[in-house]
């Protein structure tokens, strides 16, 4: 059955001291902009780094006692947290990733003791190797998103949000294969009936936007972006997360490789936050011009700062940024 706020509260127990309780902070240059205070998540504070920590936890520590093994299926973030979990409770960890994953979060995967398992070029590929190790490895999956435990972790957000303040008009939220939104949006309107939630991604590759816009779940071609995190499909099974985004989200919308570009030196230079290109997906939107007029404060989460620091510094410098056939032009902050 669908996670509901039960469960999300139940998470929130099992998350406590562990992965939980990131600070919410006011952007003075985005309140400015905007004309309403606008807050910031900060699921850079986690401890591996990005928000999947919550979901991966809350699923890997309800597993029974008899598990030796985890496996999973990732563009970067949900593994390196599966692989943070796993080593909590002594567990191996085999995370199965396509060749378009930056090598800095292979590189973060290892570090925390997970192995790593390149299979093709896009996460439906990965995705088959997964299944195929829990059957030949005896290795239990844990689903980057369309899963109840990691809905429910990932509501956990939504609902430490709505604590701090209820007053909050508008949520940003990124959305990729909808964990996070369906998560979040549950534990939001859970508090807030009036509040809007807004799903952003970027434009090429959005699985959970067409997939919306087409009334099921469609496969997408997966290409290179600076919202890397936010690639892969959301599978033609999928049985929690589209139906929740469905229900859940007021709209959704999308931003360019070059709003997303402007969004990641706005952070930086205004905020001094280092985040990753799927982080500012809902910055890009607000300084694009892209939002629904707000009635009041507006929030959204800064998932992970997981990135290629090499990518970073092209972009904090203006830098032109080559992303497989397309070239992101570049230009210095304020200019």
Same mark, same amino acid.
């Given at each position: 059955?669908?996670?509901e706020?039960? @469960? +999300?509260?139940?998470?929130?127990?099992?998350?406590?001291?562990?992965?939980?309780?990131?600070?919410l902070?006011?952007?003075?240059?985005?309140?400015? *902009?905007?004309?309403?205070?606008?807050?910031?998540?900060?699921?850079?504070?986690?401890?591996?780094?990005?928000?999947?920590?919550?979901?991966?936890?809350?699923? !890997?520590?309800a597993?029974?006692?008899?598990? #030796?093994?985890v496996?999973c299926?990732?563009?970067?973030?949900? =593994?390196?947290a599966?692989?943070?979990?796993?080593?909590?409770?002594?567990?191996?960890?085999?995370?199965?990733?396509?060749? &378009?994953?930056?090598e800095?979060?292979?590189?973060?995967i290892?570090?925390?003791?997970?192995?790593?398992r390149?299979?093709?070029q896009?996460? @439906? @590929?990965?995705?088959? $190797?997964?299944?195929? $190790?829990?059957?030949?490895? =005896?290795?239990?999956?844990?689903?980057?998103?369309? @899963?109840?435990?990691?809905?429910?972790?990932?509501?956990?957000?939504g &609902?430490?949000?709505?604590?701090?303040?209820?007053?909050?008009d508008?949520?940003?939220?990124?959305?990729?294969?909808g964990?996070?939104?369906?998560?979040?949006?549950q534990?939001?309107?859970a508090?807030?009936p009036?509040?809007?939630?807004? =799903?952003?991604?970027?434009?090429?590759?959005?699985?959970?936007f067409?997939?919306l816009?087409?009334?099921h779940?469609?496969?997408?071609?997966?290409v290179?972006s600076?919202?890397?995190?936010? =690639?892969?499909?959301?599978?033609?099974?999928?049985?929690?997360?589209?139906?929740?985004?469905r229900?859940? $989200?007021?709209? #959704?919308? $999308?931003v360019?490789?070059?709003e997303?570009? *402007?969004?990641?030196?706005?952070?930086?230079?205004?905020?001094?936050?280092?985040a990753?290109?799927?982080? !500012?997906?809902? +910055?890009?939107?607000?300084?694009?011009?892209?939002?629904?007029e707000?009635?009041g404060?507006l929030?959204?989460?800064?998932?992970? *700062?997981?990135?290629?620091?090499?990518?970073?510094?092209r972009v904090i410098?203006?830098?032109?940024?080559a992303l497989?056939?397309q070239i992101?032009?570049g230009?210095p902050?304020?200019?």
């Open positions: 059955m669908r996670p706020m039960p @469960d +999300i509260l139940a998470a929130r127990a099992v998350l406590r001291g562990r992965a939980d309780a990131t600070p902070v006011p952007s003075a240059f985005l309140t400015d *902009r905007l004309g309403h205070e606008v807050l910031l998540k900060l699921e850079i504070a986690q401890p591996m780094g990005a928000f999947k920590l919550r979901g991966a936890m809350n699923a !890997v520590m597993l029974p006692k008899d598990v #030796t093994g496996t299926c990732s563009t970067g973030n949900h =593994g390196r599966v692989a943070y979990a796993a080593r909590e409770r002594g567990l191996r960890a085999v995370i199965c990733m396509s060749s &378009l994953v930056p800095a979060k292979i590189a973060g290892r570090t925390l003791g997970g192995e790593v390149i299979e093709g896009s996460q @439906d @590929d990965a995705q088959t $190797l997964c299944t195929r $190790l829990c059957d030949t490895e =005896g290795l239990t999956e844990i689903p980057p998103f369309d @899963d109840p435990k990691v809905i429910a972790g990932q509501g956990t957000i &609902l430490e949000m709505l604590e701090a303040r209820p007053d909050l508008m949520l940003l939220v990124p959305l990729s294969g964990g996070l939104a369906a998560g979040v949006a534990a939001a309107r508090l807030n009036r509040i809007r939630i807004i =799903g952003i991604t970027m434009d090429r590759g959005a699985a959970m067409q997939s816009a087409a009334g779940p469609v496969a997408v071609e997966e290179a600076l919202a890397d995190s936010l =690639g892969g499909g959301i599978g033609a099974a999928n049985r929690y997360t589209f139906e929740m985004c229900e859940l $989200l007021d709209t #959704t919308l $999308l360019s490789e070059a997303i570009y *402007r969004a990641m030196q706005a952070l930086f230079f205004e905020d001094r936050i280092v990753e290109g799927g982080s !500012v997906v809902g +910055i890009a939107a607000a300084l694009a011009g892209k939002l629904p707000p009635r404060p929030a959204t989460i800064i998932t992970g *700062r997981n990135l290629d620091m090499t990518l970073f510094t410098n203006g830098e032109d940024i497989g056939g992101v032009k230009a902050y304020g200019t």
